[in-house]
């Protein structure tokens, strides 16, 4: 029986971060629907999706590099 670690590694840190996520978005925006309304829950949505656009272009950045990374080193 054989254990691959690193994929679990990569599966729980997938999970960790998409539990943060859906934390983040339905819990906080869901308070503040409940306390503010509906127009500043639409704001807060607007707000958090714009505030994971540099994490997001982060992300993507790093993707990019182990991409050509691993292409270089099969030369």
């Known amino acids: ?11 729980t840190n997938v999970r960790l971060i998409a539990g943060a996520l ?3 978005f339905i819990i906080g ?9 509906s127009g500043a829950a639409l ?5 958090l999706l714009g505030g994971m ?3 997001g272009l982060t992300v993507l950045v790093l993707f ?3 991409w050509i990374r691993k292409r270089a080193d099969r030369d």
Request: net charge positive.
């Open 29 to 37: 925006d869901g308070l503040i629907y409940l306390i503010y309304g």
């Open 53 to 55: 656009i540099p994490v």
């Open 1 to 11: 029986m054989s254990r691959d670690l690193r994929k679990y590694g990569r599966q």
């Open 64 to 66: 990019l590099l182990d």
């Open 22 to 24: 859906i934390l983040l």
């Open 43 to 47: 704001m807060g949505i607007f707000c």
